[in-house]
């Protein structure tokens, strides 16, 4: 007995894929089984489960009169259960099972984003389920006090903190007409693309400003962290700088263009900040919620918010994507090949924060780039050649492998991908899991080898 438990706990590095990897699937397979009971086909009821599962988004519901508030509700926590990973909830919930929780928390958490806050995974995964239900909840009273009903408040606050973008309205935020909710989805957005863990160190460290001392008469002691000091742990973080950078700038260029292109000169200008930066954070975090129709907009705003689909939130995030660490990295990388070009016998080194990366850091970083643009332009060429349509074919696959949501056209914020080939819509599930397992996670397992020299493989 104490040998089969041994051999649990010793799992190696593929078999902990293989659980997160297969895991996904086999919950996407079940959680399509409520949707059967409202006349959905197989295929589109696994779609909206993997939709919901991997916090993508995208749907098929053309008729929003088809499902009841309870089945929304349903709906909305298949993403919220999904954003911050159900292996990482398993492990935070169920220690009991005794199974290789560390190696299944970072089979599941982005391989750059290793920051702990407690020397137990356990103990790391369960601060991070505390502070991601927290913030739900605080989502879903700022959106019930905007004037939103309870359960739709609560279906809107799963979709935005799980940074996948499933909403009761048919028009999604914008069908509400409510700017504070709008406000209120900002900033819940922002956090849902930031840091997980990051967010959590602040929060211990501000709360952290007074400790028990029991060597001493006064048992309450202030410590000397200021504000500012808690702080520094975000502004210190290049991944979060890029994040901030990114969202400015898009946020600006998209309100120029909206200015001077689209709206009337006598809109507010508040109107049009709200506007460009509610859907650039959608876009950007992976959200997909729309507080308007974008398809509507100019092709160079539109330009904009396809730019910002390849970048995903930040490592350690309910965000989907390529993560902006990566994309840090990559611009880091790319930078020194130039530099290297132009002095060949410089000594040129890649830092990101306090470290030094090694090129042994970066190639897989690299090497996952280029999985990325193949899966995804395989996936959008087959789409295209179905759907007769460039456009709907690429940014459908982006939008799928992203785990965004909406693309454009007749798949934009208030279009569906309902009438889509039973082909384009098989493809488009492997896409959203293959995104959700950040592609190589997946890609592995085609390979031969891996099926061989496990406990569940093939045998030599």
Same mark, same amino acid.
């Given at each position: 007995?104490?040998?089969?438990?041994?051999?649990?706990?010793?799992?190696?590095?593929?078999?902990?894929?293989?659980?997160?990897?297969?895991?996904?699937?086999?919950?996407?397979?079940?959680?399509?089984?409520?949707?059967?009971?409202?006349?959905?086909?197989?295929?589109?009821?696994?779609?909206?489960?993997?939709?919901?599962?991997?916090?993508?988004?995208?749907?098929?519901?053309?008729?929003?009169?088809?499902?009841?508030?309870?089945?929304?509700?349903?709906?909305?926590?298949?993403?919220?259960?999904?954003?911050?990973?159900?292996?990482?909830?398993?492990?935070?919930?169920?220690?009991?099972?005794?199974?290789?929780?560390?190696?299944?928390?970072?089979?599941?958490?982005?391989?750059?984003?290793?920051?702990?806050?407690?020397?137990?995974?356990?103990?790391?995964?369960?601060?991070?389920?505390?502070?991601?239900?927290?913030?739900?909840?605080?989502?879903?009273?700022?959106?019930?006090?905007?004037?939103?009903?309870?359960?739709? +408040?609560?279906?809107?606050?799963?979709?935005?903190? =799980? *940074?996948? @973008?499933?909403?009761?309205?048919?028009?999604? #935020? $914008? &069908?509400?007409?409510?700017?504070?909710?709008?406000?209120?989805?900002?900033?819940?957005?922002?956090?849902?693309?930031?840091?997980?863990?990051?967010?959590?160190?602040?929060?211990?460290?501000?709360?952290?400003?007074?400790?028990?001392?029991?060597?001493?008469?006064?048992?309450?002691?202030?410590?000397?962290?200021?504000?500012?000091?808690?702080?520094?742990?975000?502004?210190?973080?290049?991944?979060?700088?890029?994040?901030?950078?990114?969202?400015?700038?898009?946020?600006?260029?998209?309100?120029?263009?909206?200015?001077?292109?689209?709206?009337?000169?006598?809109?507010?200008?508040?109107?049009?900040?709200?506007?460009?930066?509610?859907?650039?954070?959608?876009?950007?975090?992976?959200?997909?919620?729309? +507080?308007?129709?974008?398809?509507?907009?100019?092709? =160079? *705003?539109? @330009?904009?918010?396809?730019?910002?689909?390849? #970048? $995903? &939130?930040?490592?350690?995030?309910?965000?989907?994507?390529?993560?902006?660490?990566?994309?840090?990295?990559?611009?880091?990388?790319?930078?020194?090949?130039?530099?290297?070009?132009?002095?060949?016998?410089?000594?040129?080194?890649?830092?990101?924060?306090?470290?030094?990366?090694?090129?042994?850091?970066?190639?897989?970083?690299?090497?996952?780039?280029?999985?990325?643009?193949?899966?995804?332009?395989?996936?959008?060429?087959?789409?295209?050649?179905?759907?007769?349509?460039?456009?709907?074919?690429?940014?459908?696959?982006?939008?799928?492998?992203?785990?965004?949501?909406?693309?454009?056209?007749?798949?934009?914020?208030?279009?569906?991908?309902?009438?889509?080939?039973?082909?384009?819509?098989?493809?488009?599930?492997?896409?959203?899991?293959?995104?959700?397992?950040?592609?190589?996670?997946?890609?592995?397992?085609?390979?031969?080898?891996?099926?061989?020299?496990?406990?569940?493989?093939?045998?030599?």
């Amino acid at each position: 007995m104490s040998d089969k438990k041994a051999e649990m706990d010793e799992l190696n590095r593929m078999e902990s894929l293989a659980v997160v990897v297969f895991g996904w699937l086999i919950l996407a397979l079940i959680g399509s089984i409520p949707y059967m009971f409202f006349d959905f086909s197989f295929v589109d009821s696994l779609f909206e489960s993997m939709s919901g599962f991997t916090t993508t988004g995208s749907t098929i519901l053309s008729d929003f009169g088809k499902l009841n508030i309870s089945m929304f509700f349903y709906r909305g926590f298949t993403q919220w259960i999904g954003g911050l990973g159900i292996l990482v909830i398993f492990v935070a919930l169920l220690p009991q099972l005794a199974i290789a929780g560390r190696q299944l928390f970072f089979a599941e958490v982005s391989a750059e984003s290793k920051d702990k806050l407690s020397p137990r995974i356990k103990d790391t995964a369960y601060q991070l389920l505390v502070w991601y239900t927290l913030v739900t909840l605080l989502c879903t009273l700022g959106l019930w006090f905007s004037g939103i009903g309870f359960i739709e +408040s609560a279906s809107n606050a799963f979709a935005t903190l =799980a *940074a996948a @973008g499933f909403s009761p309205n048919s028009e999604s #935020i $914008g &069908g509400y007409h409510n700017a504070a909710a709008e406000w209120v989805i900002i900033v819940f957005m922002f956090l849902a693309g930031a840091n997980f863990v990051l967010q959590v160190k602040i929060i211990k460290s501000f709360f952290g400003g007074i400790k028990i001392n029991k060597n001493s008469s006064n048992k309450f002691v202030k410590n000397d962290n200021t504000l500012w000091d808690n702080m520094k742990i975000f502004l210190s973080n290049s991944e979060f700088i890029a994040y901030i950078l990114i969202i400015v700038v898009a946020a600006t260029i998209v309100s120029l263009v909206l200015a001077s292109k689209y709206y009337p000169s006598e809109t507010s200008y508040i109107y049009i900040i709200r506007q460009s930066l509610f859907q650039c954070l959608s876009i950007l975090t992976t959200t997909g919620s729309a +507080s308007y129709d974008y398809e509507l907009w100019p092709v =160079a *705003a539109k @330009g904009i918010l396809a730019i910002l689909m390849f #970048i $995903g &939130g930040c490592s350690g995030s309910a965000g989907g994507g390529m993560k902006v660490i990566r994309i840090v990295i990559l611009a880091k990388y790319f930078w020194k090949v130039l530099l290297k070009n132009i002095y060949p016998e410089a000594v040129i080194r890649i830092r990101l924060d306090n470290r030094t990366l090694r090129e042994n850091d970066v190639l897989p970083i690299v090497s996952f780039f280029m999985f990325y643009i193949l899966v995804f332009f395989i996936g959008g060429t087959i789409i295209s050649l179905l759907e007769n349509s460039f456009v709907v074919g690429y940014s459908g696959s982006i939008a799928c492998l992203g785990n965004i949501g909406p693309g454009f056209e007749s798949i934009g914020p208030m279009g569906n991908f309902a009438n889509w080939h039973i082909i384009s819509k098989c493809v488009a599930i492997f896409l959203m899991w293959a995104g959700r397992l950040e592609v190589v996670a997946l890609m592995v397992f085609f390979h031969p080898d891996i099926w061989r020299g496990s406990k569940w493989g093939i045998a030599r």
